[in-house]
C-alpha cells in the first residue's frame, strides 16, 4: 500500500466521505468485473459493487494498513458473490449465449473488447457445471488474471485448494468447450 | 480462435466496462450509511449506556449494603435487647477459676436455641450476664451431662479468641476446634444417666465435698442389678473405650469384679471418676462424680455408701 493509498485510507476511516469516494472510483471497476464473471447479470453486478462499497465503508476502520486495500475490497465481493449464487438458481447457458462464444471464437482479433452482455453469454456458457469455489478460483485466476498467492489471500484458500480447484474448472471448462466443437 | 487456449487466453485480464462510472459511483455514494456521527453517537451512547449500567449497579451495591447493614444492626441491636442464653455463654464461663462457685443449675436455663449464626448474640450474652453465679444447688447429673455433652462441638464454629473476647471466654471454648482428640467426658455420665433411666434406676446423689458443702463437686452412685442382659460392665467398657486412651486422665482398670475409669477435661477444668464394682446380692454399684481438677474429692462418701449398701437390708434403701 503506498502513502497516498495509506492517507486516503486515513481519512476514509476518519468518516471522510470524499476520500472514500477515490476508494470507489478506483476499485469499482475490478469489482464489477469480478461480480459480472461471477454472477452472470449486468444490474445484479451492479447492485453487487454498491453492496460490497457499503460494507467496505461500513468495515473500513477494521482495515489493517499492512494489507492491500483491493485485496481486502475483493475478498468482501468474492463472499458476498459466493452467498448470492448459493441463493440463486444454478446458471444455465442458453443457445443464444453459445452463439455469443462462437462469435468470439471466430473472431481473429482476440484483443476485442467485449460488451457486458457478450461477457455474461461467454462466462454463462463456459462456467457452466462449476461449483462455487470453483467458478471463483477459475474467475479470478483465469478471467480476472491473477496469481494464485493473490488468489490466496482474497478467498481464504490455501494453495493447494487454489490449485485443486482451478484444475478440476479448467478440466470441466475444457471438457464443456469440446461438447460444443472446440478443440 | 476455435482452439481452447486461445479462447481462454483471450478472456484473461480483460475487464468488463461500467456503462457510467461515475452514475454507479454516486449510487453508490449516496448509498453509503452516515457512519461516522452514528458511530460516534453509537459509542457515545454505548459509553453512556456502560456508565448507566456501572452508576446503575453502585446505586444498586449502595442499596443492598445499606440493607444489609441496617438488617445487621437490627438483628444485633434485637438480639441484644433479647439475650437468649446459650451453652456457650454457660461452657465458658462456667468454669473461668476454679476457685469461683460454679453454675450449678444448668437444668435450669432455657432450652438452646442457639445457632452459629448468633455467636454475636451469644458474646453479648456473655459481655452482659458474664457470670451465671447460681445458688449453689444440687443438680441432676443426667441433664448437666446433657448440657456439657454438645460443649466441644459448639465451640467448632467459634472465632479464635481475639484480645477483646480472650479475656472473657474460656480459652476451651475456642481451642477445640484444633482439638482433634477432644470428646466430651460429660457424655459418659449422659450415656449412664440415660441407662439408668431406661433401666428406671434412680441416680442418689452423695456428698463427697468432705467438709465445706460444695457445689462444684457432682457425685451419683446408681445401682444396677447384675444381669446378663444388662451387660453394665460391657456396656462401660465400650464407653470407655470410645475416649482416646492420650485423653487427659485417662486411666482404665477393670477385672471382672470392678471397673475404675477416670478422664480429665482440660477444657472445662473437670475431673471425672466412674467406679463400677460387683457387690453382693447380685448388684452392681456404679459411682460417678466430677469435680474441678484442683479440688479433692474424699472417697469417704463412696465407702459409706457401699457399705451401706452391703450391710443394709436391701429393701430399706432409696432405689
Not at chain 1, 106 to 130: C, F, H, P, Y
Not at chain 2, 151 to 172: C, F, K, S, V
Amino acid at each position: 500500500m503506498t502513502q497516498t493509498e495509506r492517507d486516503i485510507i486515513t481519512r476514509c476511516q476518519q468518516g471522510d466521505k470524499a476520500a472514500f469516494r477515490w476508494v470507489v472510483q478506483t476499485h469499482q471497476r475490478m469489482i464489477f468485473s469480478l461480480a459480472l464473471k461471477m454472477l452472470c447479470d449486468e444490474e445484479e453486478a451492479k447492485d453487487m459493487v454498491q453492496e460490497t462499497f457499503i460494507r467496505v465503508w461500513q468495515r473500513i476502520r477494521d482495515l489493517d494498513q499492512q494489507k492491500t486495500i483491493g485485496t481486502w475490497i475483493y475478498t468482501i465481493a468474492s463472499r458476498l458473490c459466493i452467498d448470492k449464487l448459493r441463493r440463486t438458481n444454478r446458471i444455465v447457458s442458453m443457445p443464444d449465449d453459445q452463439l455469443a462464444l462462437r462469435r468470439y471464437a471466430s473472431d481473429n482479433d482476440n484483443q476485442r473488447t467485449l460488451e457486458n452482455r457478450e461477457w455474461v453469454a461467454i462466462v454463462k456458457t463456459i462456467v457452466e457445471g462449476l461449483s462455487e469455489k470453483q467458478r471463483l478460483v477459475f474467475t479470478l485466476c483465469q478471467l480476472e488474471g491473477l496469481s494464485s498467492a493473490e488468489a490466496e489471500q482474497i478467498t481464504g484458500f490455501d494453495a493447494k485448494q487454489i490449485k485443486s480447484n482451478l484444475f478440476a474448472a479448467r478440466q470441466t471448462v475444457r471438457k464443456r468447450l469440446k461438447e460444443l466443437g472446440y478443440e | 480462435m476455435n482452439k481452447i487456449d486461445d479462447i481462454l487466453e483471450g478472456l484473461k485480464g480483460q475487464q468488463p466496462m461500467i456503462d457510467d462510472p461515475e452514475a454507479l459511483t454516486d449510487r453508490i455514494m449516496d448509498s453509503l450509511p452516515d457512519l461516522e456521527p452514528n458511530q460516534q453517537e453509537e459509542d457515545q451512547q454505548e459509553d453512556e449506556g456502560k456508565a448507566r449500567i456501572v452508576s446503575f449497579n453502585w446505586r444498586w451495591l449502595a442499596v443492598a449494603a445499606s440493607i444489609l447493614l441496617i438488617i445487621g444492626i437490627g438483628s444485633t441491636l434485637w438480639l441484644k435487647e433479647t439475650p437468649q442464653p446459650s451453652v456457650l455463654a454457660d461452657a465458658t464461663i462456667t468454669k473461668p477459676n476454679p476457685r469461683d462457685p460454679q453454675p450449678t443449675d444448668l437444668d435450669t436455663l432455657e432450652p438452646r436455641t442457639s445457632t452459629p449464626s448468633t455467636y454475636v448474640a451469644r458474646k453479648e450474652t456473655l459481655t452482659t450476664k458474664p457470670q451465671k453465679t447460681a445458688e449453689p444447688q444440687v443438680e441432676v447429673p443426667q441433664t448437666q451431662v446433657s448440657d456439657h455433652s454438645n460443649d466441644h462441638e459448639r465451640a467448632d464454629y467459634l472465632p479464635l479468641p481475639t484480645p477483646d473476647n480472650e479475656p472473657q471466654i474460656h480459652y476451651a471454648a475456642v481451642k477445640s476446634v484444633v482439638d482433634t482428640i477432644y470428646k466430651d467426658p460429660a457424655r459418659m455420665d449422659e450415656f449412664i444417666a440415660k441407662m439408668a433411666d431406661f433401666n428406671e434406676v434412680e441416680g442418689i446423689l452423695l456428698d463427697c465435698t468432705g467438709g465445706a458443702p460444695d457445689s462444684t463437686v457432682i457425685s451419683k452412685a446408681y445401682v444396677f442389678d447384675d444381669k446378663e442382659e444388662l451387660n453394665i460392665f460391657g456396656r462401660l467398657l465400650q464407653v470407655a473405650c470410645w475416649y482416646d486412651s492420650k485423653t487427659p486422665g485417662y486411666m482404665l482398670n477393670f477385672s471382672h469384679q470392678q471397673l475404675f475409669f477416670t478422664l480429665k477435661d482440660m477444657h472445662k477444668n473437670q475431673k471425672y471418676l466412674w467406679i463400677a464394682e460387683r457387690i453382693i446380692g447380685d448388684r452392681i454399684l456404679l459411682y460417678c462424680t466430677h469435680s474441678p481438677i484442683e479440688t479433692n474429692v474424699s472417697s469417704t462418701c463412696y465407702q459409706k455408701y457401699r457399705e451401706q449398701l452391703t450391710h443394709s437390708n436391701l429393701r430399706s434403701l432409696p432405689f
